[in-house]
């Protein structure tokens, strides 16, 4: 999953697109080095980000996905939203394929409903609060068993709406120390098995990376691959990325290893 930020703030500079031009680069190139899915997001959810109207996510979403269909029409777009409002518009309106939401649910509480009506694959991350006090709630006994514990109540629910296709994010980063951040990778096989659903990660170029190593984002592609490496090891069926050849790469390494019966 390649990420496309139409944002000015995303953390990562880089993965910041604005234009029609450059979102349409980024796209293309991301195309060609081999990205199944574009995840496409109008309102940065970095720590102590600042709000965005929906009016304002609304217009950098248009213009994304606009910008999307004029190259391709088969690839799935996912929509990065906690806003069911702007889930519905982008789907009925503009042919988005996944919604996909880093409150599960629990910033608008017509977001799971909406999904239900629409049938769309939905992709259910952990988070508690919101993007500006996500930091405040990092008070975990086991952080594991609560993730798994917070999440089990909103996928019952999805599936007795009749979403089936459910995707877990654990939400590295969110509400998570880098402590926290690496038990959740160590323990991936616990949260698929007990959830019974694909999992997503999430961890490009993050801070539970380059904050350990004293780097920046920027110098950080070396350690994301190692992290995605290791989640790919742990069963993770989605890597939600900023840089798709190198996920590609460490797709296909980890695929030659013998399965295990």
């Known amino acids: 999953m390649g990420i496309l930020n139409v944002t000015p703030d995303s953390f990562y500079a880089s993965s910041r697109q604005t ?20 995840d496409l997001g109008g309102y940065s959810s970095r720590p102590g980000a600042g709000a965005v109207s929906s009016e304002e996510e609304l217009d950098r979403l248009k213009l994304g996905l606009d910008s999307i269909r004029k190259i391709s029409e088969e690839i799935p777009v996912s929509i990065d939203t906690f806003r069911s409002e702007i889930a519905r518009i982008c789907v009925t309106e503009y042919g988005a394929n996944i919604i996909n939401d880093i409150s599960a649910g629990t910033l608008d509480d017509d977001m799971l409903p909406t999904v239900a009506e629409l049938k769309v694959p939905y992709i259910a991350m952990h988070m508690r609060g919101n993007p500006l006090t996500m930091q405040c709630h990092t008070d975990y006994t086991d952080v594991t068993a609560e993730v798994i514990n917070e999440l089990s109540p909103i ?5 007795e709406m ?10 590295f980063g969110f509400s998570k120390d880098i402590t926290q951040n690496y038990r959740l990778l160590d323990t991936l096989p616990a949260i698929e098995t007990i959830l ?19 780097i920046t984002p920027d110098e950080a592609l070396n350690a994301t691959t190692v992290a995605n490496t290791i989640a ?24 030659l290893l013998p399965v295990k019966s």
């Open 196 to 214: 019974n659903r694909p999992i997503l990660v999430g961890v490009s170029r993050k801070s539970m990376l380059y904050r350990p190593l004293g």
């Open 155 to 159: 996928v019952a629910r999805l599936t």
């Open 232 to 255: 790919l090891m742990r069963g993770a069926a989605i890597l939600r990325v900023h840089d798709v050849a190198a996920a590609r790469q460490a797709i296909e390494i980890t695929s």
């Open 19 to 38: 234009s029609e031009s450059a979102i349409s680069r980024h796209v293309r190139q991301m195309i060609d080095e081999g990205a199944d899915i574009i």
């Open 162 to 171: 009749g979403v089936n296709d459910v995707i877990i994010d654990p939400g």
